[in-house]
Nanobody, 126 residues
Framework: QVQLVESGGGLVQAGGSLRLSCAASGLTFSSYVMGWFRQAPGKEREFVAAISWSGGSTYVSETVRGRFTVSRDNAKNTVYLQMNSLEFADTAVYYC???????????????????WGQGTQVTVSS
């Protein structure tokens, strides 16, 4: 049974930082692209960042580029999202997701992902 469990969310002031973690179990972690998405109330789920199975390639949305960094530790079956210079607009539920790594497959569309975590709330106060 595959489980993705996010942690690290919370309430932070604008300009602050948070580090999200996503611990994976029940899958061969190093065979999966790992992604981060977010969803604010009344909005569609939005791509934030993704990282290849090896960690050698990362993808970050234009909205958060320069502020957010994605990384992974395959020995710990964990992917991270470091969020700096947080803005009110970053307020959302953040989800991690796993996509079996296949050459040529996209990483920005939620439909490409096979497994999802339950989400963690990030609230940025202005």
């Amino acid at each position: 049974q595959v489980q993705l469990v996010e942690s690290g969310g919370g309430l932070v002031q604008a300009g602050g930082s948070l580090r999200l973690s996503c611990a994976a179990s029940g899958l061969t972690f190093s065979s999966y692209v790992m992604g981060w998405f977010r969803q604010a109330p009344g909005k569609e789920r939005e791509f934030v960042a993704a990282i290849s199975w090896s960690g050698g390639s990362t993808y970050v949305s234009e909205t958060v580029r320069g502020r957010f960094t994605v990384s992974r530790d395959n020995a710990k079956n964990t992917v991270y999202l470091q969020m700096n210079s947080l803005e009110f607009a970053d307020t959302a539920v953040y989800y991690c997701a796993a996509e079996l790594s296949v050459p040529g497959k996209g990483v920005r569309d939620p439909i490409e992902y096979d497994y999802w975590g339950q989400g963690t709330q990030v609230t940025v106060s202005s």
